[in-house]
């Protein structure tokens, strides 16, 4: 009986996966350098997932404007966290984008201030004459919640709010007021908030729930009134990604309260780093720079999107020759109960250096991760099984 119900729930899910393609590569235009380039502005691009998505847009053709406090060594937040030399800076990413074949301009700006992101489109728009893509990614909480991690939001104080949601929740809605009043008129643009899981369900700290939560809902609401303009707005749910940051230990928990919900099993992240359960920023990148090039991405604006469910239907893979599959997955679950198994076969170890292009992987390690299907589970029972507030 319960090996019918296992089969019937692979079958389901396999159904499932195969009937939801809305990301097909024959949706695609084949690049964003078309007539004119493309141009896109990535706000907090020095490092991490922001950097991740200068490179992938940059690969597909775009001409790229990053955005970060300083453009140099100094723009070093280390806010308590020990970054190795590994972290990075605008002109680094510009120099990374230029090696993809791509067009990049760093810029300094401080996305806590108003009349600083008002000026960078000011800027843009001088300069390129469009603005056609928006990415939302700037936080500037990344060296603050694991420094804060463990004290509830009490003890906390009020200052939280301002931490987590200053830059990274209301610096999103200046710049896509600026963003949505050029790309209105051109009847054209994409723009996306980098999101995450803790838009669903509790993970860090209060102020960043409130914030994620708030982000995905700005997408969507947003998206209601883009939806006369052509204009695509979206939130997105990058997976766990081997930032520099996480790399650095930043995930590593300690005290009783370690940024889970009480009764939550202590998970240790640091062996998923190694394997394609772990996403690269690049990864994601080359995600957001297909869905800018796909003509239906007005069939899912205001949605939430996981990279690596569109990765699957782009048949996307990372700087490692590998694709990452989705958390809400079978095929994440099982990965990570067998990872023993798979290490013992050399099917889970995949070079982990960032930034670096490495030699295709083995013809089994490809099969296992970028051919033998995700077997995604529909988000109504990821949301259950996360025990969403929202459902
Ligand atoms: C920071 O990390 C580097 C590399 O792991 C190490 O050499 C250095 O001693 C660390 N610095 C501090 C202050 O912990
Ligand atoms: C909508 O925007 C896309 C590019 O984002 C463009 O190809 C298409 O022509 C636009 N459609 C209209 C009706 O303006």
Known sequence: MKLRSAVLILAIAAAISLLSGKFLTA??????????????????????????IAIGLGEAGATVYVTGRTLGKESRNTGGINFTAQSGTLEETCQAVGKAGGKCIPLAVDSGNDDQIKELFDQVIREQGRVDILINNAFSAVSWLPRTMGQPFWEKGVE???????????????????????????????IVNVGSLGGLSYIFDVSYGIGKAAMD???????????????????????????????DGALAGGSERRGVAPGSPAFDFEPLLQSPLAETPLFVGRTVAAFARDRRKMDVTGKVLLPAIMAAGYGIVDERGVRSPPMISMKFGIAYLLRSFLQNLQLWRVPDELWVQHPPPSASLRFLWNTLPDLCLPSAVAKLAADSPNL
């Open 27 to 52: 949706n695609l235009e084949p690049s964003l350098a078309g007539k004119a380039s493309q141009v896109a502005i990535v706000t907090g691009g020095s490092r991490g997932i922001g950097k991740g």
């Open 160 to 190: 939280s709010w301002d931490a987590v949601n200053h830059v990274g929740l209301r610096s999103h809605y200046v710049a896509s007021v600026h963003a949505a009043q050029h790309m209105s008129k051109a009847k054209s643009g994409l």
């Open 217 to 247: 809902r700005m997408a969507n609401d947003m998206a209601v009134e883009l939806a006369t303009e052509n204009v695509t707005m979206v939130s997105l749910w990058p997976g766990l990604v081997k930032t520099e940051n996480v790399q």
